[in-house]
């Protein structure tokens, strides 16, 4: 059983900053990409960033270099650092992976059960 599990979430006021983590558990043999994803109400999710094993990032261009992504492979994590946020960053903030449980198992896509952050004007 594999497990994402995210945390960071919460209240800012606009302008301010905030750390978001992921930790994957349970039986892993191996984590390809990571990513983080944000849903505001009313709106589809979304991509915000993702980050490859090698520690490659990429980003969605609205971000404007705000968001940085980074990974523990040691420690099975993904971080998301967020500054300078806006009231449009609020939303439900989900890390997903692809691992696979075994080394002779296909990946699988996970995803977390999402944290809330919420920017306020």
């Known amino acids: 059983q594999v497990q994402l599990v995210e945390s960071g979430g919460g209240l800012v006021q606009a302008g301010g900053s905030l750390r978001l983590s992921c930790a994957a558990s349970?039986?892993?043999?191996?984590?390809?990409?990571m990513a983080w994803h944000r849903q505001a109400p009313g709106k589809q999710r979304e991509l915000v960033a993702g980050?490859?094993?090698?520690?490659?990032?990429s980003y969605a261009d609205s971000l404007q270099g705000r968001f940085t992504i980074s990974r523990d492979n040691a420690k099975n994590t993904v971080n998301l650092q967020m500054n300078s946020l806006k009231p449009e960053d609020t939303g439900v903030y989900y890390c997903?992976?692809?691992?696979?449980?075994?080394?002779?198992?296909?990946?699988?896509?996970?995803w977390g059960q999402g944290t809330q952050v919420t920017v306020s004007s």
């Open positions: 349970g039986t892993i043999f191996s984590i390809n990409d």
């Open positions: 997903s992976a692809h691992i696979t449980p075994t080394w002779t198992q296909a990946y699988s896509l996970y």
């Open positions: 980050i490859t094993y090698g520690g490659s990032p």
